[in-house]
């Protein structure tokens, strides 16, 4: 029996990627209600609202593809865009939430040195991620094994490859980003039904405090730094300049993508 395919978008339906879901919503909700500034950017999953606990004016959802935005409500100017090629100017965006969007990239490298600048200076960018170091991860990585023992071998979106948590920490520190806070959670099985999902939901508070780098999905606060850089008196432009410094080259729809 050949593997199952499933996409992204077929996947965030799934029993498994709800619960992920919640769990990176709460995270994202505690995170960036307190941060301020004047722009915010999401990139990708737009069922997640990254940025509704977030009071900044100016908010955008960017997505590589129409199909993204399909039931999307109009919380947030919606753009279309290449990840690895934003339409906005350098230092011009306060906050950025990556949920997925790394490992959905083609060149997860590219994104993140997008991130880094457009992102003001001591900028945030939240990223969350799936764990390859996790029961989640090894399911993905042994599609033949578990065909054997008659289990769907399909789990996790077909088209995404999982980046370790210590690999991207690598990575934002190359950037020069400094991670501030860090937290793993969904420690459940790899189970496609929800109700033995709620059943091992106990597991979450369990692995937390005894296998905490084993959750299925890591999520990371980082602060972009400059060095030589020292902040005098206000720290912040007028918003107007900042506003006309990020208007995107293209919006809604007429924006370039693959």
């Not at 969007?101 to 060149?107: F, N, T």
């Not at 959750?215 to 730094?225: C, E, I, L, P």
């Amino acid at each position: 029996m050949g593997a199952q395919i499933i996409g992204l978008q077929d996947w965030l339906q799934t029993p498994a990627a709800q619960h992920l879901l919640a769990w990176e919503q709460v995270c994202l909700d505690q995170s960036v209600g307190d941060l301020f500034g004047y722009h915010a950017l999401q990139l990708g999953i737009p069922q997640l609202h990254g940025l509704r606990a977030n009071r900044m004016p100016h908010r955008w959802i960017a997505c590589q593809t129409r199909a993204d935005f399909a039931g999307l409500s109009d919380r947030a100017v919606h753009v279309l865009a290449d990840f690895s090629a934003l339409p906005f100017a350098s230092n011009s965006m306060d906050l950025l939430v990556l949920p997925h969007a790394l490992e959905c990239s083609d060149d997860p490298h590219a994104t993140l040195r997008e991130v880094e600048r457009i992102l003001v200076p001591e900028g945030k960018v939240v990223i969350c991620g799936l764990n390859p170091a996790s029961l989640w991860g090894l399911r993905h990585h042994r599609v033949q094994w578990y065909q054997r023992l008659g289990v769907s071998a399909s789990f996790l979106p077909h088209d995404i490859d999982l980046i370790g948590y210590w690999r991207l920490r690598d990575w934002l520190r190359l950037l020069s980003f400094e991670v501030e806070t860090v937290r793993f959670g969904c420690y459940i099985p790899a189970l496609d039904s929800a109700r033995w999902i709620h059943r091992f939901a106990w597991l979450d508070t369990v692995g937390s405090r005894w296998w905490p780098i084993l959750g299925a999905d890591y999520f990371v606060v980082a602060t972009k730094r400059v060095r030589g850089m020292r902040l005098l008196g206000s720290a912040w432009r007028s918003a107007a300049s900042r506003r006309s410094a990020v208007m995107p080259a293209v919006h809604s729809g007429r924006a370039a993508h693959k």
